[in-house]
Each structure stands twice: as structure tokens, then as C-alpha cells.
């Protein structure tokens, strides 16, 4: 049997005794089946785009997805240039299980939800908060630190994260680069600015 069902609830499956086969007998009695569903596990989502979760200086928060979670641990700290380069290379992903970022800030978020539900929440970037300066960051979930999500099977980061006020549109081709980028404090194009493109190996 298979299908959508409510978590955390138990189901009575019946069976009439008039149910037939393709030749036409009958059950002959009524049959009854019964099973539960699991709650949901702890969970938390945190959506990041080309490695990279980007915020506004003036947002104090971001978006996740989160069910059945009292409590978030997490930290953020600063990530210099050179860090934040090496952490989105090829090996990144090594690096990333032990960095520890610059004036890191660690603490626990309580979080309103209602059970069993996958619900969107919002995740304070500060546990003041308040907001991130322009500037490249580190944000880790501390599962460790969380009797509900130590078991679960969650991304718990490193994720990287961009503040800025400018939007850049980036695109490549073999032999040139186009960068158009957008001031979001009022839509306008930005001009005159002088562009650095770095790749894993040299600045470009």
C-alpha cells in the first residue's frame, strides 16, 4: 500500500466481504488492516545558490525549511577573500568540515511550529538580530549541540553567505566576461567600477 498520509497517525484499513476477484468470488468475510505513520524527522532545509546563500545588508534574517524543530543551533562568522575562494574549489568540501571562521558567534534560535508540518521559518542571520555588513561569512548548523537534530539526517552547512547591496548578473564566454550589476537600494546600474574576476587558479 502506498500514498500520502497524515504523520504521527494511526489508519484502519477495511476490506468488504463482497469484494470479488476477476471471476467473480467473493471475499466471503471482511478483512481489516491496521498501521501507523512515523512523525515526521527533525528536520531544517536551507537553500544556498551557486554555493552560496546572498542577503541584503539590511536582511536580519534568511528562509529555511523546518519540521518538528524546537531549537536551532548555529554559528556565523566573517570569511576573509582567499578562505572563501578555497572553500567553494575543488576542495572545498574538506576544508569545510574544519574551518572555523573568523569572529564566530555561535547560538541557539527557538523556533514556533506547528507539529508534523513542513513549514517555512525565518533564521536569524545575528543572535542580536541584527544585520551582516557587506562582506563574505560562514553559517553552520551545530547539530551536535541539539538532542532533536543530532540524529537527523540534515545538510548541516558549511554554508557560505554573500551580504551585499549590489546584484550581479555574471556571464562567460570563451573569450570574454559580461558583469551587469544592479544597486538594490535603488534599481540603478552600477558604473565605473573597476572588476576583479578570480577562477580556483589565478586573477584574471
Not at 570574454?176 to 546600474?189: E, G, H, I, T, Y
Request: net charge negative; with cysteine.
Amino acid at each position: 500500500m502506498s500514498g500520502f498520509f497524515v504523520p504521527d497517525t494511526s489508519y484502519t484499513v477495511t476490506v468488504s466481504s463482497t469484494l470479488s476477484d476477476i471471476w467473480g468470488g467473493a471475499l466471503g468475510r471482511v478483512y481489516q488492516y491496521h498501521f501507523s505513520v512515523n512523525p515526521w524527522t527533525p528536520n531544517v532545509q536551507i537553500s544556498s545558490v551557486a554555493g552560496a546563500i546572498f542577503v541584503a545588508p539590511d536582511d536580519s534574517s534568511i528562509s529555511v525549511q523546518a519540521v518538528n524543530v524546537s531549537s536551532v543551533p548555529l554559528s556565523v562568522g566573517s570569511v576573509p577573500l582567499n578562505d572563501y575562494l578555497a572553500l567553494l574549489g575543488p576542495q572545498g568540501y574538506e576544508l569545510g568540515q574544519t574551518y572555523q571562521s573568523r569572529e564566530q558567534r555561535s547560538w541557539s534560535q527557538d523556533i514556533d511550529l506547528e507539529p508534523d508540518r513542513v513549514q517555512t521559518t525565518k533564521l536569524l542571520l545575528t543572535p542580536d538580530q541584527s544585520t551582516l555588513s557587506p562582506g563574505l561569512y560562514l553559517m553552520r548548523l551545530d547539530t551536535s549541540r541539539s538532542e532533536e537534530l543530532n540524529q537527523a539526517n540534515i545538510n548541516s552547512g558549511p554554508f557560505l553567505i554573500v551580504s551585499s547591496n549590489l546584484q550581479i548578473t555574471f556571464k562567460i564566454s570563451p573569450s570574454d566576461v559580461l558583469v551587469w550589476a544592479v544597486d538594490l537600494r535603488n534599481n540603478a546600474p552600477v558604473a565605473h567600477r573597476s572588476i576583479t574576476i578570480y577562477d580556483f587558479d589565478e586573477v584574471c
